[in-house]
Nanobody, 123 residues
């Protein structure tokens, strides 16, 4: 069982940066692939980024490539999402998720989810 708590969201202006954090409970954090998803109002939850167990491999949605960076610190049981050059269309609730079974870019691969953190980007 893993519990995830996101933090770091807020209201920023276009072009600003934010770093989201996701703290995980449990001693098996390093055995999970970790993903970030986001859900804008009235839309489906969408994949943002995923990082492998040891952090060697990352994958991003096309719209985030070059602007967002996912990383993890297994000693701190934490995964991060650094978001640069934010745009109004990045406004959403951001969720982190843990996958014990594999490396996925779809929601169905993830067993554990945080409660989400709101990111609002004004123009």
């Amino acid at each position: 069982q893993v519990q995830l708590v996101e933090s770091g969201g807020g209201l920023v202006q276009a072009g600003d940066s934010l770093r989201l954090s996701c703290a995980a409970s449990g001693r098996t954090f390093s055995s999970y692939a970790m993903g970030w998803f986001r859900q804008a109002s009235g839309t489906e939850r969408m994949f943002v980024a995923v990082i492998s167990w040891g952090g060697e491999t990352t994958t991003y949605a096309d719209s985030e490539k070059g602007r967002f960076t996912i990383s993890r610190d297994n000693a701190k049981n934490t995964v991060y999402l650094q978001m640069n050059r934010l745009k109004p269309e990045d406004t959403a609730v951001y969720y982190c998720a843990a996958s014990p079974l594999g490396y996925y870019t779809t929601q169905t691969g993830y067993d554990y989810w945080g409660q989400g953190t709101q990111v609002t980007v004004s123009s």
